[in-house]
């Protein structure tokens, strides 16, 4: 799911959607994701306890985790783990990635009213 808001967009309005309309969970914790956007390779071990701690953390929580909603650096890794949590199917995270809008790929393919658009592989809803 994506939505695509104004810089005055007031808080209160984006937690009702989420939690009315999405029907997400309120979190208990926030957890916020920030890094880089140099690509780096992180030794398969390392990626493995990093991606299944983040999961565990969240899960364990009630977490909702945030990134820069961009694929490089540290935030690829995050996905990653997403990605392969949601390959197991073992329960729902919800991760949340905010990105400015002249970075979004495929952007012309959101414009437009009730524009609804599924990513399964990004997607862990």
Not at 27 to 50: A, R, W, Y
Not at 70 to 93: F, P, Q, Y
Request: with cysteine.
């Amino acid at each position: 799911m994506y939505i695509r808001v104004s810089y005055d967009t007031k808080p209160d309005s984006l937690l009702h959607l989420m939690v009315r309309d999405w029907q997400l969970e309120l979190p208990k914790l926030l957890i916020s994701v920030h890094g880089g956007l140099q690509n780096f390779e992180m030794q398969p071990k390392l990626k493995q306890v990093f991606g299944k701690g983040l999961i565990k953390a969240a899960m364990t929580t009630g977490a909702w985790i945030f990134t820069g909603g961009v694929s490089t650096g540290v935030i690829s890794h995050v996905g990653d783990a997403l990605k392969d949590h949601s390959s197991k199917s073992r329960g729902r995270v919800c991760a949340i990635g905010i990105a400015p809008w002249g970075i979004v790929e495929n952007k012309e393919d959101l414009i437009g009213r009730d524009v609804s658009i599924f990513s399964p592989e990004v997607c862990n809803f």
